[in-house]
Each structure stands twice: as C-alpha cells, then as structure tokens.
C-alpha cells in the first residue's frame, strides 16, 4: 500500500514482525560492541564480529554490496572514527586509541526486510566535550523518535532533533539525512535532520523510520574524502551518529534495532 505521491510504503503486522527480527540483531550487536570497542582493537575488528554475528544467524549484512559513486561498500560495518561523520571503511590498520570516538553504522537483511542502526561509542575515557557530544546526540535521536507519532508531521521529527543538538552548543549535518525503511534499506521518505514542526508529510501508522541524526562539535559542513565512501567534517571537528529504526503504531512508536 502506498501512500501519496511519495511512494511511502505502509508496512503490514507482518512485515512489521520481519523488521523486528532484523532489528533487535542490529541492537543486539551494538550492545555487544559496548563491551568489544576499547583501544587496541582494529574497525575491522568490529566488522568482523559483526560479519559473523549476522552470518550465524542466516541473515545478510545489509551494507555489503551497495552501490557507491565509484565501487560498492566493501564491508558489513561503517565505522567512522573521530571527524569521520559516516560511511568509513573498516580497516585492519586502523588501530583505536584511548580518547577517540568511533562510530558504527549496521543493517541487517531477514527474509527481505531491513533493519538499520547506528551508534557512537567511546574509547577509553574521551574528553568532555566529546562525551558532550555523544550524549546531545543520543538524546536529539531520542526526542526526534518521540515525535514520531500517527497524526504528526515529519517535520516534527525534523524540528526536535535540530533543536536538541543545536541547543546542546553542536551543528546538524545537512548533507545525509534519514530515510524510509523496509524492503529496501533506503525508501521514501527522506527525512532530514534539520526543519520546521508541523510541516511535510503527516505520519501514519504502518510508516517505518530510519531516523539518524549526524551531530558536528563545530561547523556542519563535510565533504567525501578520495576513497568516495568516507565522509569527514570540513572543519576536523568530531563528529557523532545515533540512529534507530522505528515503526509508527496506531497509538504511538516501536523501536525496532532496541533490545
Ligand atoms: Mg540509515
């Protein structure tokens, strides 16, 4: 069933149930790697467990083979590391040291459905400013799902998120913006991270929603570094990225990727 000219796709209870098996394997694994990200470990560290993680269970790392500018997505992981804002490529020789951040970005395919989440962790102890930033993060996520209600606008998600980070002294990327999810990782609609309540399109029950917000310690401006995938803060600020995928119900929201 679709919905207006925006080709929004109202999920079924069940296909919603199929969200959910690939959700909670999302967030099983990102609160598995609470416990395995500390200095001394490699991003393909955290790819490979993820790989194998998802592959034991006989689903699909969902990022694996989707098509870039230039190549597609070599691994199952992003794992962006300091003023890497999203999609770094995990690799062996890069070796996490106490006071970085690193961000990990997951999907997962289950019997044709996606699910798709995002964390940004600390390693060893971080400055304050960067567990500033983690936390304003996390919480712009967590106010913009809570306007994820039916009968509201996805500008009110917009709006919430904007104004948690920017009251929190940090700037919202404007460049990558969440999305549509379900039998496609990315589907209609687009949902940026910066915008006005009570605007766009209103929100129905059965709508599912990958909501990301990417928060900057200084300016919002990126750019793609030469490898085409890893996109970094202009300025060399740190960056943060929280997301969750979420249904909206009859009387409210469900966290899919939360355990
Ligand atoms: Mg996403």
Same mark, same amino acid.
């Given at each position: 069933m679709f919905f207006k000219k925006q080709n929004i796709e109202l999920k079924t209870a069940k296909?919603?149930?199929?969200?959910?098996?690939?959700?909670?394997?999302?967030?099983?694994?990102?609160?598995?790697?609470?416990?395995?990200?500390?200095?001394?470990?490699?991003?393909?560290?955290?790819?490979?467990?993820?790989?194998? &993680?998802?592959?034991?269970?006989?689903?699909?790392?969902?990022?694996?083979?989707?098509?870039?500018?230039? &190549?597609?997505?070599?691994?199952?992981?992003?794992?962006?590391?300091?003023?890497?804002?999203?999609?770094?490529?995990?690799?062996?020789?890069?070796?996490?040291?106490?006071?970085?951040?690193?961000?990990?970005?997951?999907?997962?395919?289950?019997?044709?459905?996606?699910?798709?989440?995002?964390?940004? &962790?600390?390693?060893?102890?971080?400055?304050?400013?960067?567990?500033?930033?983690?936390?304003?993060?996390?919480?712009?996520?967590?106010?913009?799902?809570?306007?994820?209600?039916?009968?509201?606008?996805l500008g009110d998600i917009s709006c919430a998120v904007q104004e948690t980070a920017e009251n929190g002294g940090f700037s919202i990327v404007r460049d990558f913006v969440g999305h549509g999810i379900g039998r496609s990782l990315h589907e209609d609609p687009q949902i940026p991270n910066y915008g006005k309540a009570d605007t766009g399109v209103k929100l129905l029950p059965g709508m599912v929603l990958a909501i990301e917000p990417m928060v900057n310690a200084g300016s919002y401006e990126v750019y793609m570094l030469n490898d085409d995938w890893t996109v970094v803060t202009r300025d060399g600020s740190l960056s943060a990225h929280f997301e969750h995928t979420v249904a909206i119900t009859e009387d409210g929201y469900e966290i899919l990727t939360k355990v």
């Open positions: 296909e919603i149930e199929k969200m959910r098996v690939a959700g909670k394997v999302v967030g099983e694994i990102l609160e598995k790697l609470s416990e395995i990200i500390k200095p001394g470990i490699t991003t393909k560290n955290i790819d490979v467990f993820s790989e194998k &993680y998802i592959r034991s269970l006989k689903m699909l790392p969902a990022f694996f083979g989707v098509q870039g500018m230039k &190549y597609p997505f070599p691994s199952s992981a992003c794992v962006s590391v300091n003023d890497e804002v999203v999609h770094g490529i995990p690799n062996a020789s890069r070796v996490l040291k106490s006071g970085d951040i690193v961000s990990v970005d997951m999907g997962v395919l289950y019997e044709g459905y996606y699910g798709d989440a995002a964390r940004t &962790y600390a390693v060893g102890s971080i400055s304050d400013t960067a567990a500033r930033l983690l936390r304003v993060t996390e919480q712009s996520l967590q106010k913009g799902i809570e306007q994820a209600l039916p009968g509201n606008r």
